[in-house]
């Protein structure tokens, strides 16, 4: 199976801050690479696709890069919305396995 | 709009089993793998298992096998996954979400969770 570590496992940030994640893959996965925001009590919500591709209706603020084992999600101007808990997954083969998530919470 | 609408609540005792659904409305059934996670009490996402809406076919995760069954009844579009001999520690909340090809097989549309609580 393919681990996907993510880093950290939480984050303290304040309003316009900007924020990094990082997801790293155990084996190349190319950029078979999603990115996922959950706030409590929701599903998860698709923020990027195939690494770099953002999701219709998600904002600019966010963007992805990397590909093979590689990743980071970025939060260019972090916002109160944005206060959430972040999973990586690839989606490159079975199982479809999740990084373990990044907590943003409030500084 | 696509939508995916999953059963409500359970309250299970150990040893029984339960049977979840996931309906799924505004796009043809059979075009879409559908997939399942377990999210456990403050934990973290964990991808289960996926079924082959055209075939039937699921494919399961190690430690997903055995208990858990997927299956589909395509004439109302929905499919289902069914735990049985429950654990406390099936205690979760359990999602469907479809995957999309044209997205990077990422999971565009998801159910809205099932909980499912295992207690005496």
């Known amino acids: 199976d393919i681990q996907m570590t993510q880093s950290p496992s939480s984050v303290s940030a304040s309003v316009g801050d900007r924020v990094t994640i990082t997801c790293r893959a155990s084996?190349?996965?190319?950029?078979?690479l999603a990115w996922y925001q959950q706030k409590p009590g929701k599903a998860p919500k698709l923020l990027i696709y195939?690494?770099?591709n953002l999701q219709r209706g998600v904002p600019s603020r966010f963007s992805g890069s990397g590909s093979g084992t590689d990743f980071t999600l970025t939060i260019s101007s972090l916002q109160p919305e944005d206060f959430a808990t972040y999973y990586c997954?690839?989606?490159?083969?079975?199982?479809?396995?999740f990084g373990g998530g990044t907590k943003v919470e409030i500084k | 709009q696509v939508q995916l609408v999953q059963s409500g609540s359970e309250l299970k005792k150990p040893g029984a089993s339960v049977k979840i659904s996931c309906k799924a409305s505004?796009?043809?059934?059979?075009?879409?793998?559908i997939h399942w996670m377990r999210q456990a009490p403050g934990q973290g996402l964990e991808w289960m298992a996926w079924i082959n809406t055209n075939t039937g076919n699921p494919t399961y995760a190690q430690g997903f096998t055995g208990r858990f069954v997927l299956s589909l009844d395509t004439s109302v579009s929905t499919a289902y996954l069914e735990i049985s001999s429950l654990k406390a520690e099936d205690t979760a909340v359990y999602y469907c979400?479809?995957?999309?090809?044209?997205?990077?097989?990422?999971?565009?549309?998801w159910g809205q969770g099932t909980l499912v609580t295992v207690s005496s």
């Open positions: 084996q190349g996965i190319s950029s078979w």
């Open positions: 505004g796009y043809t059934f059979t075009n879409y793998g």
């Open positions: 195939s690494a770099s």
């Open positions: 997954q690839q989606t490159n083969r079975f199982p479809r396995t």
């Open positions: 979400a479809r995957e999309q090809y044209d997205s990077g097989w990422s999971f565009e549309s």
